[in-house]
């Protein structure tokens, strides 16, 4: 795919990562002279000055710039690229962790001199040039207050340790499955940039990358947008979050990548997440068809019921022969969400006495698409159960022979 705007590099690969190791008499002058500073505001960060437009999305250029800015804090994440844009070629920039604090004994420097060249800045065509000395902060491991000098400045950098923490939700339930045909939502609460670029990397059961989902005339972009896009994917609302009408039955695969030249260097991955989409209709389905009776009625074997369908469809589930001998075990798996429960009255075989057993029942189908239901059959019969959604009309049905 070709990218609308590329970071142009000239002197980068003169990068310098290692960590340096300053000197005694640097650090007392430099602790000195510091010591009276408190951090009490942001120094001039520029980023939304490069925007630039990437499919459609305004997303960040692949550095952060900063002008450095006596007694003033910036607030950076490990792995970010940094540009200082008042360093002149020729200086040394000096970071230093704080005595008695977590970033106690780390010491940075940097002295390489770039210039970066952006175009189509803010989707104009015009092109913006920035030039200092780079940091790549991929080098640096503890979180916290740094000191931060170069020739006569003085400031601080608040370093933290960037996430993409990911869940795939239906409502507010975090879910494995769903039924083809249900609203996902990626709940992302990403700690990145709103302008950062990344892509919502999706992998169906045939190995193949989605990058983006057309349903009528809405088409949902997943490949190349920014975190603000990805962030709407996660809305309460409904028609905000994925459409997955039309998805093929099998597992998929979820997860968030950065897209390192237009999120200020940041180059991450969220863990994978799986999915599984089952038909967007109703199916019903034992553990199996064939099992032996036993001689005592009450040691007849429970066999699950499994009932699939659209989250928040209405279905009625009931056995359509045999019932007289059908029983759906209260109080086990999702019976508890049952109701409307219809009852077939029988004398008990054994004690001769008049007994209860519920064959039917209407359920609304929870966020993973995915109820189960424990039954026993009470004969050796052939049975038939029968799920209805009551949304649709669509019904399906299983035999069951117990011999």
């Known amino acids: 795919m070709e990218l609308i705007w590329k970071v142009k590099r000239k002197k980068m690969e003169k990068r310098s990562k290692g960590k340096a190791i300053i000197g005694i008499a640097i650090a007392v002058i430099m602790l000195a002279s510091l010591m009276a500073i408190v951090p009490t505001g942001t120094a001039k960060v520029d980023t ?14 692949g550095f952060v710039v900063i002008e450095i800015t006596d007694g003033d804090t910036d607030a950076i994440k490990i792995g970010q690229e940094l540009i200082f844009s008042n360093a002149k070629d020729g200086d040394t920039i000096l970071i230093q962790g704080i005595p008695d604090t977590n970033t106690d004994g780390e010491a940075f420097s940097a002295s390489t001199f ?34 931060l000098t170069c020739d006569a400045l003085n400031q601080y950098l608040l370093v933290s340790e960037p996430a993409i923490p990911l869940d795939l939700k239906v409502g507010s339930d975090v879910v494995s499955s769903i039924a083809a045909g249900t609203p996902l939502r990626i709940d992302c609460p990403i700690y990145l940039d709103p302008n950062d670029c990344v892509d919502l990397k999706i992998v169906d059961p045939a ?68 999915l599984e989409v089952l038909k967007g209709e109703v199916d019903i389905d034992v553990d199996k068809t064939d099992f032996a009776d036993f001689a005592d009625f009450a040691e007849l074997q429970p066999v699950t019921v499994t009932v ?42 054994v004690t001769d006495e008049p007994k209860e057993r519920c064959y039917g029942f209407n359920v609304t189908i929870k966020e993973d698409g995915k109820m189960k239901f424990s039954v026993i059959f009470h004969n050796t019969s052939a049975y038939t159960l029968q799920a209805m959604d009551l949304d649709t009309g669509d019904e399906d049905t299983v035999d069951v022979n117990v011999s």
């Open 114 to 147: 770039v210039t970066e060249t952006v175009t189509n800045v803010s989707g104009t065509g015009r092109t913006k040039i920035v030039e200092g000395i780079y940091l790549d902060t991929s080098s640096m491991a503890r979180t916290g207050t740094y000191t």
């Open 308 to 349: 699939t369908g659209i989250y928040g469809h209405l279905v009625t589930v009931e056995a359509t022969a045999g019932r007289d001998y059908v029983e759906f075990e209260e109080g086990l798996d999702d019976f508890v969400d049952t109701f409307d429960r219809e009852y077939s009255n029988v004398t008990d075989p």
């Open 48 to 61: 939304s000055s490069y925007l630039t437009d990437r499919n459609g999305y305004m997303v960040n250029p």
């Open 207 to 274: 190995g193949r990358k989605i990058e983006k989902w057309t349903v009528d005339t809405k088409t949902q972009y997943f490949d190349d947008i920014n975190v603000s896009q990805l962030i709407e994917y996660g809305s309460t609302d409904t028609a905000k979050q994925i459409d997955t009408t039309g998805w093929i039955l099998g597992t998929y695969s979820f997860s968030v990548v950065t897209a390192e030249e237009n999120a200020k260097g940041l180059g991450m991955s969220s863990i994978s997440k799986s």
